[in-house]
């Protein structure tokens, strides 16, 4: 029998050019589920009806100073980062509050604000100057953490994805399109809980520009449609507890709330 490929459930192969040629090939028309696909995962989009779907997230650790600090860096360490699945969103509408149920296994669950990019191109090996085409939108977003695990696993060398990447770990406010904000570098991120500001950071201290991270990613992943970036929180991360109110802001940009629920 001649090689094929991956055998298909309809029966015939994929011829192995195609699958020499990367993940590009469209299976869909020819695929068969065995059972109903999950719902893709997607964020609400400001003034409009219409969904962002989401590829990948991505996250940049350590990209303001005074947080770097508090996590014991110094300098400008070339970018690091963590992803999390896409169905780890929580898509928040503005005026609306978002439910996050606390997650298991911790004690010390962490509110981390975030300038979050949502890419509606891509590419591999991008520059910095290529950046600009790629960029759909923005959001704040709250890269939430459990810090203990996250503590374990720094000190034994492990992978952070239990802290990092549990369900609903990423929630997200409507997505702004990048045409309505004239000026990114102007844009500051705040957190209050409960009415009282925890975090407070400016875009333009970031240690790595939001060019120079997409930049960055696009040599180690081909970026797509989809992909949406959590560029780093300041400093003042901390935890939250049952019935907190997070409340997160970006100039500019749709205010985020999430309630801290039982789980
Ligand atoms: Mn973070």
């Given at each position: 029998m001649p090689p094929s490929g991956l055998e298909l459930p309809g029966g015939k192969g994929v011829p192995l050019e195609r699958l020499r040629r990367g993940n590009?090939?469209?299976?869909s028309k020819r695929m068969r589920y065995i059972f109903a696909p999950p719902p893709h995962a997607a964020v609400r989009i400001v003034g409009s009806t219409g969904w962002f779907p989401v590829h990948r997230i991505y996250c940049v650790a350590r990209n303001y100073p005074d947080h770097a600090q508090e996590m014991g860096s110094s300098g400008r360490e070339p970018p690091f980062f963590f992803m999390k699945p896409p169905d780890a969103v929580l898509s928040v509408n503005e005026g609306e509050t978002g439910v996050l149920r606390y997650?298991?296994?911790?004690r010390e669950l962490h509110h981390e604000v975030e300038l979050v990019v949502a890419l509606r191109e891509g590419g591999t090996n991008l520059t910095p100057a290529d950046v600009e085409r790629c960029i759909y939108g923005y959001a704040v977003g709250l890269d939430m953490t459990r810090r203990d695990l996250q503590s374990e696993a720094k000190k034994l060398g492990r992978p952070w994805c239990i802290a990092k990447a549990f369900d609903r770990s990423a929630p997200v406010g409507g997505l702004t399109p990048?045409?309505?904000?004239?000026?990114?570098?102007?844009i500051e991120i705040t957190l209050e809980v409960n009415g009282v500001r925890r975090q407070h950071g400016r875009v333009?201290?970031?240690?790595?520009s939001i060019p120079e991270i997409i930049a960055h990613l696009s040599t180690a992943w081909e970026l797509k449609p989809g992909d949406l970036i959590f560029t780093g929180t300041p400093a003042g991360v901390g935890p939250v507890s049952l019935t907190d109110l997070m409340t997160a802001r970006g100039t500019g940009l749709a205010e985020l709330r999430v309630r801290v629920m039982r789980a």
């Open positions: 590009d090939w469209d299976y997650p298991t296994l911790t990048a045409a309505w904000i004239d000026d990114i570098s102007k333009r201290d970031l240690i790595w």
